[in-house]
């Protein structure tokens, strides 16, 4: 380990030591490998330990996606030391931040990042987290442009903690926190769902404001949509390399339906404005703008959101899961964040619970920023400047409690991930030179037992005081709250 993850207890994945039993390694992974060709296991040999431990063990990757929170917000106040609950210490917010409120006085008057009570749990309104609210908020990296870009409200400076993001911080305890993940663009929620997908993002909404389908002039938006649906079908993503392959796949929102329909614009009664769009448009799945999505190769793999429940109770969860929340459920300001913290709870119960837990990788994370205060400049990576830092949290029965890594990441290092551990080749600069999150896993450890989290904040407790489950607990089919598969009147599970 490096000086620095020596004092700070972090996990230095580049410093660690290989093992000398590493020929040994070799010769009883390799074969576990399946689904190769002659070419390809003969490069198995170029992997290292980790990378062959995650060939050889995991066969499902779950990936989850929430809504608009930026890591200092969850994240800041947790384990900035180590101690008997925190064995690794995670880069949070620093004692003495004080965040200018005029980002040309730097040593005028400032704001303390201030922890949130359960009044917080809904913030009093959206806010601005568009290109220019990012790019104001960022300010070249100065990371001091927060106060102005967000109407002069104090809800960017609010954090939470283990009182009040229980569920969160105890799936960061018993699993794996990485405190240098990053979004793709400094941007909204749409341009940063097509990186997930496709390393890249049409153009026609990267300057377009955070309610680029709402509200709009009419014509206008025909014009707009015009151009987004025709930069959405140029833009190939991670299905086009799927078509042709055996991997099995999941996008878990809503079914397509027709195309159509999908790129169907309703005007409001006075026919000046926008009153509704179709699923093109859908900020939380991109690929709904692509006409092939809606063919026979293509559409079946879109399902509802709840069916992941089942799917993982019956052992049959595809190698490849991208997993959306309910609108209610989906963290976005200003819906109540208990709800999503419930939400991620049962999601992840029912893989622990699941005949294919011991196979399995669950990465979460949030889509972007929200307009919440993050301390950390973001870098560029091969020209592209990367959004504000988000939490990734990495849950597997191979990852040890607490682990907190600084491996530098970014949304394509997970679809970088999907690729390379199902040989699907890659789409973009950004996908295939993404750096890999394998930092968390301890593949010669035997898997840990599922654990029970709880759906209900009321009854979450940080540190986790849950209970172990037998290791098979999937003789026992977890039943997930009737809240997340019976939706009210006014909700469903497709809701945007």
């Known amino acids: 380990m490096s000086a620095e993850g020596a ?99 730097p040593t005028g008057p400032c704001v303390r990042p201030f922890n949130n009570t359960p009044a917080n749990w809904t913030v009093s309104g959206l806010m601005p987290h568009d290109w220019n609210a990012s790019n104001l908020s960022w300010n070249h990296g100065a990371m001091n442009g927060f106060y102005a870009a967000e109407g002069s409200g104090l809800n960017p400076f609010g954090t939470y903690n283990g009182s009040t993001a229980p569920i969160y911080w105890d799936l960061a305890q018993e ?127 879109y399902v509802v959101n709840s069916q992941f429940y089942a799917d993982a109770a019956n052992g049959s969860l595809p190698a490849l899961s991208w997993v959306i929340p309910p609108g209610q459920d989906a963290d976005h300001p200003p819906d109540n964040s208990t709800y999503a913290q419930g939400w991620l709870g049962s999601i992840v119960n029912s893989v622990e619970n699941s ?55 970014f949304f394509e290092s997970v679809l970088h991930l999907m690729e390379w551990r199902f040989h699907l080749g890659c789409l973009t600069a950004l996908d295939c030179g993404a750096p890999l999150p394998l930092w968390g896993f301890d593949f010669q450890a035997p898997p840990r037992a599922p654990l029970q989290f709880p759906t209900n904040v009321s009854v979450a407790h940080y540190p986790y005081i849950g209970p172990a489950l037998s290791p098979f607990a999937h003789t026992h089919p977890y039943v997930p709250p009737e809240q997340y598969v019976v939706f009210p009147s006014g909700q469903a599970p497709d809701v945007d």
């Open 355 to 409: 005949p294919d837990w011991n196979s399995t990788a669950i990465y979460v994370t949030w889509d972007d920023y929200g307009g919440f205060y993050d301390q950390v400049d973001p870098p560029q990576f091969l020209g592209q400047q990367l959004g504000f830092r988000v939490p990734l949290l990495e849950i597997s029965p191979y990852t040890p409690a607490g682990v907190v890594s600084d491996s530098f990441g």
């Open 175 to 301: 699993y794996g926190l990485s405190d240098r993940f990053f979004t793709s663009v400094l941007d909204y929620s749409l341009p940063n769902h097509w990186h997930f997908v496709a390393g890249a993002a049409p153009q026609a909404i990267l300057y377009a404001g955070s309610d680029y389908t709402l509200h709009q002039n009419v014509s206008a938006f025909i014009r707009n949509d015009h151009t987004y649906l025709n930069e959405s079908n140029a833009t190939p993503t991670i299905e086009d390399l799927l078509l042709n392959s055996s991997v099995s796949w999941k996008y878990y929102e809503f079914a397509l339906g027709s195309y159509a329909s999908a790129i169907r614009i309703v005007a409001d009664p006075n026919g000046t404005d926008v009153a509704s769009t179709g699923r093109a448009y859908d900020y939380f799945n991109p690929q709904a703008a692509r006409a092939e999505s809606y063919n026979q190769s293509f559409a079946n793999h």
């Open 7 to 105: 004092a700070t207890g972090r996990l230095d994945r580049s410093h660690r030591r290989i093992p000398e039993c590493i020929g040994l390694l070799l010769l009883l992974l390799i074969p576990t490998v399946v689904g190769l060709t002659e070419s390809q296991r003969a490069d198995v040999s170029t992997l290292t330990p980790q990378e062959l431990g995650f060939m050889a063990h995991i066969n499902h990757i779950v990936f989850v996606v929430l809504e608009n929170h930026a890591y200092d917000n969850y994240y800041g106040r947790y384990c900035l030391q180590v101690n008997p609950v925190c064995p690794m210490a995670a880069a949070g917010i620093p004692a003495g931040t004080c965040v200018p409120l005029n980002a040309t006085l």
